[in-house]
């Protein structure tokens, strides 16, 4: 099995911050990652897939990098409404998540 | 617009057995890989299974396997998920899916997700 590693488990930032959570891969996944933002309550949202590749209608703030076992998910500057936790999943077999970066005020 | 609706969920034994829905509409249901995604309280997501358009191919996490069955009728743009055997570790909610996986391009992401059904296993 893929196991998928995200940190920091928390993240403690500023609106206007710039964040940068990592996601680490036991072995390769290729470019086979996606990012979701998860609200409490709430269902997650996709942000992020192929790494890279910004979904419809998110933000441009948000941007997504890596290949291989090493991946990033950057906010630019943080906005009010970004205050969540944040999931990584890879999907080069079957479907594994890491474990969640809350980012809290 | 996309919409996923899940129903079904609630108290259940140890042991016992519990059927999930997920109504789907928005879109065209049948040219869709479907899946169903959990999470426990305060946990983290676990994707569970995989389903193809067709339904003729479905993925299992191992946690799941021989106790869960995953289904769709796509005539009533509906997928099914069986829980047999339930043990308090499935205690969740659960989240229908789509899979960004059709016949013009496949990966296994979700695009859209439901709002979500509690599970509770318990005596």
């Known amino acids: 099995d893929i196991q998928m590693t995200q940190s920091p488990s928390t993240l403690s930032a500023s609106v206007g911050d710039r964040v940068t959570i990592t996601c680490r891969a036991s072995?390769?996944?290729?470019?086979?990652l996606a990012w979701y933002q998860q609200k409490p309550g709430k269902a997650p949202k996709l942000l992020i897939y192929?790494?890279?590749s910004l979904e419809s209608g998110v933000p441009s703030r948000f941007s997504g990098s890596g290949s291989g076992t090493e991946f990033t998910l950057t906010i630019s500057s943080l906005q009010p409404g970004d205050f969540a936790t944040y999931y990584c999943?890879?999907?080069?077999?079957?479907?594994?998540f890491g474990q969640g970066t809350k980012v809290e005020i | 617009q996309v919409q996923l609706v899940e129903s079904g969920g609630g108290l259940v034994k140890p042991g016992g057995s519990l059927r999930l829905s997920c109504a789907a509409s928005?879109?065209?249901?049948?040219?869709?890989?479907m899946s169903w995604i959990r999470q426990a309280p305060g946990k983290g997501l676990e994707w569970v299974l995989y389903?193809?358009?067709?339904?003729?191919?479905?993925y299992y996490a191992d946690s799941v396997k021989g106790r869960f069955t995953i289904s769709r009728d796509n005539a009533k743009s509906s997928l099914y998920l069986q829980m047999n055997s339930l043990r308090a570790e499935d205690t969740a909610v659960y989240y229908c899916?789509?899979?960004?996986?059709?016949?013009?391009?496949?990966?296994?992401?979700?695009?859209?997700w439901g709002q979500g059904t509690l599970v509770t296993v318990s005596s």
């Open positions: 072995q390769s996944i290729s470019s086979w």
């Open positions: 999943q890879q999907y080069h077999t079957y479907s594994t």
């Open positions: 192929e790494a890279s």
């Open positions: 899916a789509r899979t960004a996986c059709s016949s013009t391009s496949c990966q296994y992401y979700f695009d859209y």
């Open positions: 928005g879109f065209t249901f049948s040219a869709y890989y």
């Open positions: 389903i193809s358009s067709s339904g003729s191919t479905i």
